[in-house]
């Protein structure tokens, strides 16, 4: 068996990407190894910063990469496939350092961050010392004070797994696959073979977690043989626990099912129902991801800027009636929207953003809706159109991108709140 420790250390490696992710590296390698950095859009005057010109001159043990570099589109993407046996993530860093924990990666198109806090609070409950880390925004390798007790839930991007060669968890979660990220990965099939690496690298002793019903992750699985245990999620297994759901946040059918996962794991690790249930009860999600920003008996108000494509938002235009749906942005690329005919009549769409005419051509002879310049003007209507309803749920669940107003989907979130408050929409504040 290949012996990991010390993999990283005294050696001379590139980091690629200077983020957060890029940082946190660089602090932690550079203790023990020679690191030098390269970012495509940061010239900073640190010594330990390189030309392009420099880093073709310097042997490099390895390339870490972070996230958001893609090598086929990036200022080192002739010398990255030159290398790309050398080319690692935080992720096989923080894997070699870390063997003996317990290590729990959360994957899939929608839900994957919600789905890792839910579960790190749950952990948290039963007095496990447990961590959040990855994607969700704390840098793989920014955790100190680590423990052999210590449990890690991560959330893991489809752009780490691709990348890292590594990389193993105990259990790995699936959550659902629809077409997502295609301008990078190219295809669907791509898309899913990156994710489904996660469950390819496991050992015999660990455990995957998967949708029952996700049809692009079957053909994997027919495809290749896998060594751990698989578990099929049905979200059949909430029925015990659903009637004593009183949280309006798990009405909605992606949190339902994301939930159903965290059952299954529950079952393997012996968590307590009576726990899980008191958690889910109180939790208020995250910040932006189909968030209940305000609900009384007239209007449900959910901000889901989060969403940025037409799967992200489907199961939540499912979830509810009297649906004012305020769409658009920048479009991803190969995104149809495949809602069924039956839950378009309760359906009022505004449209505003970049790329209108992609959603009016997708909605037409759909969905009624309308298109609008500004997000301040839709706002604007919605409180006229809003007179003479019995109960009016306004998700503000964009389907795209947010780069052609926003810097990103949290700023676009801050801007709504903020729109609803300024426009005296309600009479009262958010929540």
């Known amino acids: 068996?290949?012996?990991?420790?010390?993999?990283?250390?005294?050696?001379?490696?590139?980091?690629?990407?200077?983020?957060?992710?890029?940082?946190?590296?660089?602090?932690?390698?550079?203790?023990?190894?020679k690191v030098q950095i390269f970012d495509d859009n940061k010239i900073i005057k640190k010594t330990n910063f390189v030309t392009l010109n420099k880093v073709k001159k310097i042997k490099f043990d390895y390339i870490l990469i972070s996230p958001g570099i893609d090598i086929k589109r990036c200022g080192l993407k002739k010398y990255l496939h030159k290398y790309k046996k050398k080319i690692i993530t935080d992720l096989d860093v923080f894997y070699t350092e870390n063997l003996s924990n317990l290590k729990i990666a959360i994957t899939g198109t929608n839900g994957k961050s919600t789905t890792a806090e839910l579960l790190f609070k749950i952990l948290k409950f039963h007095r496990k010392d447990v961590r959040i880390l990855g994607n969700i925004g704390k840098p793989m390798?920014?955790?100190?004070?680590?423990?052999?007790?210590?449990?890690?839930?991560?959330?893991?991007?489809?752009?780490?797994?691709?990348?890292?060669?590594?990389?193993?968890?105990?259990?790995?979660?699936?959550?659902?696959?629809?077409?997502?990220?295609?301008?990078?990965?190219?295809?669907?099939?791509?898309?899913?073979?990156?994710?489904?690496?996660?469950?390819?690298?496991?050992?015999?002793?660990?455990?995957?977690?998967?949708?029952?019903?996700?049809?692009?992750?079957?053909?994997?699985?027919?495809?290749?043989?896998?060594?751990?245990k698989l578990i099929k999620v049905k979200n059949t297994n909430l029925k015990n626990i659903k009637k004593k759901i009183t949280n309006p946040y798990f009405k909605t059918i992606n949190n339902l099912n994301n939930l159903s996962f965290?059952?299954?794991?529950?079952?393997?690790?012996?968590?307590?129902?009576?726990?899980i249930l008191k958690v889910v009860n109180s939790f208020k999600g995250l910040n932006?991801?189909?968030?209940i920003i305000f609900n009384n008996k007239k209007i449900t108000i959910i901000n889901d800027s989060k969403s940025t494509s037409f799967s992200s938002s489907l199961n939540l235009l499912k979830s509810y009636k009297n649906i004012f749906w305020i769409v658009g942005?920048?479009?991803?690329?190969?995104?149809?929207?495949?809602?069924?005919?039956?839950?378009?009549?309760?359906?009022?769409?505004?449209?505003?953003?970049?790329?209108?005419?992609?959603?009016?051509?997708?909605?037409?002879?759909?969905?009624?809706?309308?298109?609008?310049?500004?997000?301040?003007?839709?706002?604007?209507?919605?409180?006229?159109?809003?007179?003479?309803?019995?109960?009016?749920?306004?998700l503000f669940s964009p389907a795209a991108a947010s780069f052609d107003q926003f810097s990103n989907f949290e700023d676009r979130g801050k801007y709504f709140n903020n729109l609803i408050k300024k426009t005296n929409f309600l009479g009262n504040s958010i929540v």
Request: with cysteine; aromatic share 14%; glycine share 4%.
């Open 1 to 33: 068996m290949l012996d990991l420790r010390n993999k990283f250390k005294n050696k001379t490696i590139l980091i690629y990407g200077y983020g957060k992710s890029g940082i946190a590296s660089f602090k932690y390698l550079n203790q023990n190894n």
């Open 141 to 228: 390798l920014s955790e100190k004070n680590i423990k052999p007790s210590t449990i890690f839930v991560i959330e893991a991007s489809s752009y780490q797994i691709d990348y890292s060669q590594y990389f193993k968890t105990d259990h790995a979660m699936i959550l659902n696959l629809s077409p997502d990220h295609l301008e990078r990965h190219g295809t669907i099939q791509k898309y899913t073979h990156a994710k489904f690496k996660l469950i390819l690298n496991q050992k015999n002793n660990s455990f995957a977690y998967i949708d029952a019903k996700n049809k692009y992750l079957d053909k994997e699985i027919k495809k290749f043989k896998i060594k751990s």
């Open 262 to 275: 965290i059952l299954e794991f529950g079952k393997k690790f012996k968590l307590k129902k009576n726990i």
């Open 288 to 291: 932006f991801r189909q968030q």
């Open 329 to 394: 942005g920048l479009a991803k690329k190969g995104d149809k929207f495949n809602l069924p005919k039956k839950y378009s009549k309760n359906i009022n769409c505004y449209i505003f953003g970049k790329d209108k005419k992609l959603f009016i051509k997708a909605f037409n002879k759909k969905l009624k809706f309308q298109v609008f310049s500004r997000l301040q003007q839709i706002i604007k209507k919605i409180k006229i159109d809003l007179k003479n309803k019995s109960h009016a749920n306004i």
